[in-house]
């Protein structure tokens, strides 16, 4: 259950997802935060959607068990694999890193824009749905 008082969790696989935890912690420096690198199953990039949603899942049980009141889902593979579940499974909210394709579209000159992104990543539902939506389908 989520309360007002607990610390914001953060996962991702490894340690990228620290610059989103570090941003956060400057932005609000009173609250108290939880970061979770999960580096023994790292990378999830080249892992299954099933096998990236039960990970997530395990970050995100162990990250309430410690009384987290959001999660920050800070890993672009997690986000476009797992968030949609998440958010259904759980009460308390959840932030993603969203894929960075509307941004791109809307400042692009050429109308083309160069990706870096994990096999995990680019084969998500949730990927090729912002695409369509933003970037005309490619």
């Known amino acids: ?6 610390p914001i969790g953060f996962f991702d696989s490894g340690v990228g997802g620290t ?14 935060t939880i970061y979770v690198a999960d ?6 990039g080249e892992r299954s959607a099933e096998t990236i949603l039960a990970l997530s899942i395990k970050n995100t049980d ?3 068990s410690k009384g987290c009141k959001l999660i920050v889902v ?6 476009t694999n797992a968030i949609a ?14 894929p960075a394709i509307k941004p791109a579209a809307l400042q692009t000159l050429t109308g083309k824009v160069g990706l ?21 389908g490619g």
């Open 19 to 32: 610059s989103v935890w570090s941003a956060v912690n400057n932005l609000l420096p009173n609250e108290s």
């Open 85 to 98: 579940v998440l958010r259904e499974k759980y009460i308390i909210p959840f932030i993603g890193i969203e």
């Open 116 to 136: 870096l992104a994990t096999k995990g990543t680019l084969g998500s539902a949730l990927f090729h749905k912002t695409v369509l939506e933003n970037a005309g």
């Open 62 to 64: 162990f990250l309430i």
């Open 74 to 79: 800070a890993c672009n593979t997690a986000t």
């Open 39 to 44: 580096s023994a199953n790292a990378p999830y």
């Open 1 to 6: 259950m989520s309360n007002s008082f607990g």
